[in-house]
């Protein structure tokens, strides 16, 4: 491991749930250190106290007083942007946790702010920099696809009843879409291009919250491929990214796909990267080939610290820039309108 001397000071600001697991990793990272946390919490200020971390109620206050070089924004959606921005007017590379804001005005005002200041943002999507989903962009731009033509994934698992007790959760912008499919929409965008519109119904039947606990999603992608995505928190399944990618430790891995890629010549199936194609003869009646593609796991956490680094450093271009989260976030607020007019929205 690199001494400590060389790895870069990076600034916590936010360290609630996401906050405290990039924290986990920065403790033991070769590229970045916890340069300081600002979160205003009790519970904060005792873990910075117990990890022996220089710790900030405010982050302004952070912002003048620490070494930092980059910053990790971890609070609550609607903060984002002014936080971000606070961190590039001091001239910090940001990786903002996702959604990159709460609105697309927010985002604008944030990736505005980034452009003028010259300062790189990056965006929390970190399924981008799992080596699976890498392998699986791999294979599709080698073509074993062919021409993309559908496009199936599953969000479905069941959240605890306790993770409702924070009111946020039960209110509009705090359900599935944006939390989780956000996420799956990325991961389209990442692999298989930009989606045009969306058409969406949602419900919230089972839990009765005024936030959906489930949607179903129409896509149509710029080059032709339409897809469908399932997302619920209220039902009992092992078919969710989180569950079957084994990208955090406290989810229970399943051995089970959760996203299917079908193309002209051939089909792609998520985690597993399972390909089925024709070797010889094409048609219904000749039997498929299976070709399964093997991978050493990586933490994409990790590797999205190192890419920090490496971003801060001008070594690297954004993996998910601002303006890749924002479109994103277009794309996740567009499932909502679909739901709400009952129309196809353009994204
Ligand atoms: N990448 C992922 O998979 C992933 C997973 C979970 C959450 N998130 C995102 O991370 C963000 C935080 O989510 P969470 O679940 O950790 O929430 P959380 O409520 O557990 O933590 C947020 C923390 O931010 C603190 N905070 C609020 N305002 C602040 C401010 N101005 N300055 C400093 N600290 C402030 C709060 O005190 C709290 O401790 C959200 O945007 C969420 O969407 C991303």
Redesign the pocket.
């Known amino acids: 491991m690199t001494p400590s001397a060389a790895r870069m000071p990076v600034a916590v600001?936010?360290?609630?749930?996401?906050?405290?697991?990039h924290i986990e990793r920065m403790l033991r990272h070769p590229d970045v250190s916890v340069a300081a946390i600002?979160?205003?919490?009790p519970?904060?200020r005792t873990l910075a106290e117990s990890l022996g971390l220089a710790w900030f109620a405010?982050?302004r206050e952070l912002l003048e007083k620490s070494p930092a070089r980059a910053a990790i924004v971890?609070?609550?959606?609607h903060?984002?942007a002014?936080?971000g921005i606070h961190c590039i007017e001091r001239g910090l590379p940001v990786l903002m946790?996702?959604?990159v804001a709460d609105t697309v005005e927010n985002a604008e005002r944030l990736c505005q702010a980034g452009e003028r200041a010259g300062v790189p943002i990056m965006v929390?999507?970190?399924r981008r920099h799992n080596p699976i989903i890498q392998r699986a962009r791999a294979l599709v731009n080698e073509g074993v696809l062919g021409r993309p033509v559908s496009v199936n994934g599953m969000a479905t698992w069941l959240k605890p009843d306790s993770y409702f007790e924070?009111a946020w959760r039960r209110e509009k912008g705090g359900g599935p879409v944006?939390?989780n499919l956000i996420?799956d929409l990325d991961l389209l965008r990442f692999l298989v291009g930009e989606i045009d519109s969306v058409q969406a119904i949602t419900s919230s039947a089972v839990r009765g919250y005024e936030v959906e606990d489930t949607a179903a999603v129409l896509l149509r992608f710029a080059n032709g491929a339409l897809g469908t995505l399932a997302v619920s928190d209220a039902a009992v399944t092992p078919w969710n990214w989180d569950l079957a990618a084994g990208e955090a430790a406290h989810y229970a891995q399943v051995s089970v796909d959760t996203h299917f890629l079908s193309g002209t010549e051939g089909s792609l199936t998520l985690p597993r990267l399972n390909v089925w194609r024709f070797d010889g003869q094409r048609g219904w009646h000749e039997p498929l080939t299976l070709q399964r593609n093997m991978l050493h796991r990586q933490d994409p956490y990790i590797e999205q610290l190192r890419h920090v680094r490496a971003v801060a450093e001008g070594r690297e271009q954004p993996l998910c820039s601002g303006r890749d989260g924002l479109r994103t976030l277009r794309t996740a607020l567009a499932v909502h309108e679909a739901a709400a007019s009952g129309r196809g929205v353009a994204v």
């Open positions: 600001i936010g360290a609630g749930a996401i906050g405290r697991m600002a979160d205003p919490t519970a904060a405010d982050h971890a609070t609550p959606n903060t984002h002014d936080v946790e996702k959604p929390g999507h970190q924070l944006l939390i996420h």
